[in-house]
């Protein structure tokens, strides 16, 4: 959820994000419950992850983790989970899919 965090950071446009969203939503819908547990793994996430990256984004992404970290030092599990978001870039990047896709499914 820290990447949920972080996404106000990342230049989504709008109509692209909802039409990657729904595309992923089909994949994740053709695969069973709809209320599973979301991996990074699942092709729903990698879709999704796949359909809205872009290098400038991903950077955006990277500076808002660091951002969060820099705040972090008090919450040690924070700043954990923080410093492998960081160490990994498609880590990070699939976490934001994932939670995008996640707060999708709450609404």
């Not at 990342?10 to 089909?26: K, Q, Y």
């Not at 951002?67 to 410093?83: I, N």
């Amino acid at each position: 959820m820290l990447a949920l965090v972080a996404r106000d950071s990342v230049d989504l446009d709008e109509a692209e994000l909802a039409a990657a969203i729904r595309r992923a939503l089909l994949v994740l819908a053709s695969g069973g419950d709809l209320q599973r547990e979301l991996t990074l793994d699942d092709r729903a996430v990698t879709g999704l992850a796949a359909d809205i990256d872009d290098p400038a984004r991903r950077a955006e992404l990277e500076a808002a983790l660091r951002g969060l970290r820099a705040t972090a030092d008090e919450l040690p599990e924070a700043a954990t989970a923080l410093d492998s978001l960081l160490s990994d870039g498609d880590h990070a990047w699939r976490a934001l899919a994932a939670a995008l896709l996640a707060d999708e499914l709450t609404d």
